[in-house]
């Protein structure tokens, strides 16, 4: 578990949208370091995220953020950084002019800004790629400069909504290193992936979501034990999913492969930790180029029914 001081208090947090429950109750104590959020489409992670970084207000309960409320306090942000996982671009800018045109807002100076973003755009890759248009960056490149824009001002909070999105296995390896780095200066980083393992790698710090409640809470490993007896269904979309396929059927932690049309499949494994790992090498060793890898959907609402079972008995 993180063991560093408190920074965000949530205590009995709800939201509705209407007559529809974003999250409901949520108590929980975040600290320095880094804790992943994990959960299905629609389990709230977003939502709690946006209440967290001040976005929504909560229709029941209270955030705190170094000891001080979240809700229609502007000066908190200048400590906060957020990455959404939707795109929002200028996209007749640079990526340098991006993320200096931001950092301008929160009331830096024009050579401040522009050295700083020229810095942090060095340093999730996009060095050589700053002066191009946003509108010819790829799904990983405009990942990369909104990692950028979050770091950039130097934030003691960091949000992070689906921040590998789009990253093959090298940028995913990059950007959890950097984070690390990010985490490691005593800041509070909380990052919401579908990839237990990818987490594990980074933190033993998680809670999981389904439904709006927090489900499970702990280390990632007494989490993953709760799901022995649950095969994994792993969904990967790449240029040759059909090669890929034959390649992982010779691995004895995978229990079934199905091609899906020209750019996807979907495969079993009750090995995921062991699956992964393999998947990276696999991929390198053969030059296969992969859009996303990601728990399919189906198998991840039933993993998190099962949970919510298991918490409500």
């Known amino acids: ?164 999105n789009g990253l093959d296995p090298v940028g995913r390896r990059e950007m959890m290193q950097l984070l690390q780095e990010f985490a490691a200066e005593q800041r509070t980083i909380v990052l919401s992936s579908h990839i237990l393992h990818e987490i594990e790698q980074m933190t033993d710090n998680i809670l999981m979501m389904s439904n709006g409640y927090v489900v499970a809470e702990g280390e990632v490993g007494q989490v993953r034990d709760l799901l022995t007896d649950h095969p994994f269904q792993v969904f990967i979309r790449c240029d040759d999913p059909r090669r890929l396929g034959a390649l992982l059927l010779r691995e004895p932690g995978v229990l079934s492969v199905q091609v899906e049309g020209e750019r996807s499949l979907t495969l079993a494994t009750r090995a995921p930790d062991a699956f992964y790992l393999r998947l990276n090498e696999l991929i390198l060793d053969h030059g296969i180029d992969v859009d996303i890898v990601t728990l399919a959907d189906e198998n991840v609402q039933s993993i998190y029914r099962y949970l919510a079972g298991r918490e409500h008995h």
């Open 1 to 164: 578990m993180t063991h560093g001081p408190v920074t965000i208090e949530l205590r009995d947090v709800s939201r509705w949208y209407g007559e529809v429950l974003g999250v409901n109750r949520v108590t929980a104590d975040l600290r320095a370091g880094l804790t992943g959020l994990v959960g299905p489409n629609g389990s709230g992670k977003s939502t709690l995220m946006n209440l967290i970084c001040g976005l929504l207000r909560p229709g029941r309960g209270e955030i705190r953020i170094l000891g001080q409320p979240v809700w229609n306090n502007p000066e908190l942000r200048r400590v906060l950084g957020y990455c959404t996982q939707n795109d929002h671009f200028y996209e007749s800018f640079s990526g340098r002019e991006f993320v200096a045109s931001l950092l301008r807002l929160h009331g830096h100076g024009l050579d401040w800004a522009r050295r700083t973003a020229a810095d942090w755009l060095e340093r999730v890759g996009l060095g050589p790629h700053m002066d191009r248009r946003l509108r010819t960056y790829s799904k990983g490149m405009r990942q990369r400069a909104k990692i950028a824009l979050a770091l950039a001002h130097q934030p003691r909070v960091l949000v992070l909504d689906e921040p590998f």
